[in-house]
């Protein structure tokens, strides 16, 4: 496990680096004979691309995926289906003044500790640039998923001190009213409020934080693995393989740390369904047939436009203002990525279950 | 990946049910030619037992371990290392009024869905009888991590409403002072109002739940695995995989999402380390040689002595009363189990990137 | 990989030493709900006991398989099912003068260097005792895979010089037959010689090797993965991590070497079938529908009542005589592990292709 | 498991159809700052190139390996190292008229009733095509192991009846040694006759099998995890992995079958090596320090330029006589191939071995 796959029956692994030639990804696992939309890939791919609004990052990277092999008149044909995205937007003299430098916060030094050698240019493999390959996959995932009634949606419910209270209270929400906002808040008017709060703070040469709220509907009941495999644990390993994570909660998450048994229980309904869903559609590790849903919590970006304290290659002190071109905010274009992680690891259990079953 | 397994180089497949024969494991992959302090494992053991003290269910287990394998004349021979634990409290007949009953909250409903086939008795095979074994193999690993100079320590932060606002700042904690109180929460006065408030909730036929704070200090920086086996991701993945769990935090956690990139960045000192840690020890999914510091929810145990809603086996509504013998609270038990996955998933890392350098 | 565990959706993670207190193993992964027969996997447990017969080693063990878990009255539960045969004629002192000595031809040597450390009773985890764990998983993957319609049946075909000539011609063959002679050889006249044969050299205070044929009928077509995980090449590495395996042949196998493709091909029938086989049933690494076969060869036990050149543990050169209970050959004894193996793949394969299907 | 990766620490996963956009693969885990002559590995891709000589197909790939990531400055930089190599001499239209036929033993029928669709052209994803990501791989694997003082060689010793009796008492070779004749034979007057039997077989539209002899010299003692990971295990699945491929023999091998102890036994020499090596450099499992050796045989070429027995889509009979361009034997390319699947595996348990010491 060098890191750079997840999942057993539907396997993703990426390769690529911020500045290199190209990034891309094998996705081995994918059943046949499935007629995939390559124009819907795109689609997502264009959700999580830079450049896209007011508070994404200026760079310009068109990331148009080609499929070099598994598909065959538009049908998956079993065999492994690679892809690649070039780079076309490399200004890699940006980060030439960082060839000897450990920006705080960021994974230089660990990478330097770990590997003696590392590409600094703009991250090298720690670049969140790797996730668009999560998205590629997380797409095909999705259509699958869809096909057998398993919807996903994810949202910004948090920036900085701004946040809806109850996210798991919204009714059902689609793709276009998420998206309607570049924030991609669901409620228009928390949504201005965050997109003012993030420029004043790129304007401040500083950046935020946040969390995303994820939901799938349709899962049925019966995925997941028990004891080490369970299903939230999965999830919450796909999310924090993410660049920028911090925690992840499932269902009451860190509230119930402070309820009783008798105001958190799920009562049942007759069939089956639940009066409440403080477990968030996951029982014991597998699902029990409700709503599963989850919130991820993402740093503010390191990179801020402000004199810091960085180290040299020697490990002495040197002062440090970053240049080049960052998000002052990740989770509008991390919505698709969590959408992409989720997709990922339930398409792998659904055919774990299939097998057993 | 039929889930009673985990890790790659380091790897612990657990079998047993409650009320089976036996609960054990394999551990498989522990360096040879190790001296195996056997009464140092079943001291954590006893840590983890029910019936220990006034917080934890009466359910009167000796959890004697015993080795079967991978030992000679004390001293690990590279072999699996095989140990069981005999159940010998067993009431199963405490259980008869379940046979045919999914209790709310339970995993009884999605056990079957998946499986089509339960074995209703104490939770079967997902109880959290089984996280003893984790104990055992976790005992074991970190006996070897503190050998290499590692050392994991966990305690309750929070029970109910009651919480350590910032445990990340407690300094240097050694067992006998966490264990002084049968909570486990080091503040001593903190720790009194939480048995009580367990206390009354027991009392009133209810439960409570809480979180556990764990801190790995000594860990080199190198460890982990870029993109998706990082540090953390695995950390949050197997703390998840622990019966009750709700949420994971690495660092500022859930924290980090209202925080400014100007606010939350770790200025570096001279040498590689950082003036803050709001990191929690990990930067891009690889140990950066500063504490690692996380926190785990736990959910209030789901098993109370009121009157709920559960269903029959053709999923009508039944209203249960519970009987048997329950924990009110399960966070003082969990904090040994913390740490054996603590140390399962840090020395798994450890031996990879032994191999790597 | 620490080397204990075979299988990805069909699991079995083995332990053991020859003369520590017990063996046995972990069965994950077996589908649920299916009804285990106990006495037929025991049955199976005597086919490989030592002791059975004139051509097998004079150790007398019992055998007796004992489940822990995953079974609720006789059927699986979908947990892991557990398993420990005791060690019961365990003579240990026999080894004592083996302590300090690398036996030639033995595993010895190769362990101390890997480890470091070594038991060196009866061979310690490098004994072929561990394979009766196998025949305990494998006579289980049997009757699941017997409930489908595929049938597995190995036997001896060929001991020093003396061998049948085309095994793949032989006709439907049940246990019975089989087992009717100790050799296990199905052609009586054929079975006497090798039993004359092996006692011949047996009473020489020597050894001899020899092969296994081994057929399994109403294999499906679509098993195996491309392009590293065929089924073939799968089967040999199970083959070949049984003890004393020197080779694997598929169908033709090294009579493929010297033929020519107008020779070889084997021709369709209208339906699928073809009129000669060849390919062993595997095409491209996935099974085609027609019956699966290949053969093993073993190596002549190494151990040996005669002087040797053995080393002590200065790497000095030491003369040694063997002492202890041993089989002259081991290919009668081997032939339910031959079996328990390929249903140990055929299982996790057939698994593996419902996921995908 | 989906089939397309191998490897544990070091893994390979391929892509890539005969007629596709291009082949490629992705090498994870290859240790960090290590300098990687890049020539070098275009170098053994021309000695498995298509066209080369006068036994080979002549379709002219030439096969240029474009390498996407992974690298820095020439050194490893701990990141996936992708690379690709387009498909530039497709003659598709050759294979339209199998677009509805099933090929005597090819694996076009078995492909289409696992996956229910089929790529036909070129043999889609089964073609021999994809070995060439392996050499990339194994040329890379190589290049570190020789700096650790392993070396492997693979030559020809059978094509037909001609053969070399007892290949591994050939002494040391080099490259050009075994290349210096097309057949890639180290015995200059055998490699001519085998030469000449290949032509003439082709000349009659037939084609011819085959062996490859292997052996790798310097491998330490203690490589190879037991009991089911045994490095011969691991080794046989890797070279039947390859395309063609029938059976696999380690050391004495089929041979085995028929010798006693007392002939077989490898008496020890003082200081740990032996007179002789029946054994193949392996006891248990585990390398000894001899040198590993091991044979590997190859089926003739399915496709031959004679009337044969075909399937149509519905599965009825029908004539076909095959056009395109095809190896009369596949031996000669495959020796870089074997080469390479030894060193992606020694290179995987070196890291292991590395692990656990």
Redesign the interface.
């Known amino acids: 496990?060098?890191?750079?796959?997840?999942g057993?029956?539907?396997?993703l692994?990426?390769?690529?680096?911020s500045h290199?030639?190209?990034?891309?990804?094998?996705i081995?696992?994918f059943?046949?004979?499935f007629p995939v939309d390559l124009e819907a890939i795109q689609a997502e791919l264009d959700r999580r691309r830079p450049g896209q609004s007011s508070v994404s990052s200026p760079r310009k990277e068109s990331d148009q995926v080609?499929?070099?092999?598994?598909l065959?008149e538009s049908?998956?044909?079993?065999?492994?289906?690679?892809f690649?995205i070039e780079n076309t937007n490399q200004r890699s003299q940006d980060y030439d003044h960082l060839k000897s430098v450990?920006r705080?916060?960021?994974?230089d030094?660990?990478?330097q500790?770990?590997?003696?050698?590392?590409?600094h240019r703009g991250g090298?493999?720690?670049s969140a640039r790797?996730t668009a390959c999560r998205v590629v996959a997380g797409a095909m995932a999705q259509q699958f998923l869809e096909a057998q009634g398993i919807q996903i949606r994810a949202f910004v419910d948090?920036?900085?001190?701004l946040?809806i209270s109850r996210p798991q209270d919204l009714q059902k929400l689609d793709r276009k009213q998420i998206d309607a906002h570049p924030v991609r808040c669901p409620e228009p008017e928390l949504a201005k409020k965050m997109e003012a709060l993030i420029l004043d703070?790129q304007q401040a040469g500083?950046?935020?934080?946040?969390?995303i709220f994820c939901r799938a509907e349709g899962v049925p009941?019966?995925?997941?693995?028990?004891?080490?495999?369970?299903l939230?644990?999965?999830l919450?390993?796909?999310?924090?393989?993410i660049?920028a994570?911090?925690?992840?909660?499932?269902?009451?998450?860190?509230q119930?740390?402070?309820?009783?048994?008798?105001?958190?229980?799920?009562?049942?309904?007759?069939?089956?369904q639940?009066?409440t869903n403080?477990?968030?559609g996951?029982?014991?590790?597998?699902?029990?047939?409700m709503p599963i849903y989850f919130?991820v919590?993402?740093?503010?970006?390191?990179?801020?436009l402000?004199e810091?304290?960085?180290?040299n290659s020697e490990?002495?002190?040197q002062q440090l203002k970053a240049e080049g071109r960052h998000d002052p905010c990740v989770v509008p274009r991390a919505v698709p990525i969590v959408e992409a992680m989720t997709a990922i690891t339930l398409l792998d259990f659904y055919?774990?279950?299939?097998?057993?079953?």
């Open positions: 496990m060098p890191g750079s796959s997840i057993t029956l539907f396997r692994t990426t390769f690529g680096e290199g030639a190209a990034i891309g990804g094998i081995d696992g059943p046949s004979n080609r499929f070099l092999s598994g065959y049908k998956s044909t079993g065999a492994p289906i690679a690649i450990f705080p916060s960021h994974s030094f660990s990478y500790q770990k590997y003696g050698i590392r590409d090298g493999r720690s790797e948090q920036v900085g001190p946040k703070l500083d950046s935020v934080g946040g969390s009941a019966g995925l997941g693995e028990p004891v080490f495999d369970k939230h644990a999965e919450a390993r796909a999310m924090l393989s660049n994570t911090k925690g992840f909660e499932l269902g009451s998450g860190f119930a740390a402070q309820m009783t048994g008798s105001e958190h229980n799920d009562a049942f309904l007759e069939g089956g639940t009066a403080n477990s968030g996951i029982q014991g590790g597998i699902s029990n047939g919130r919590a993402f740093k503010p970006v390191a990179t801020i402000r810091q304290q960085a180290l490990l002495k002190a055919l774990m279950q299939r097998a057993y079953q």
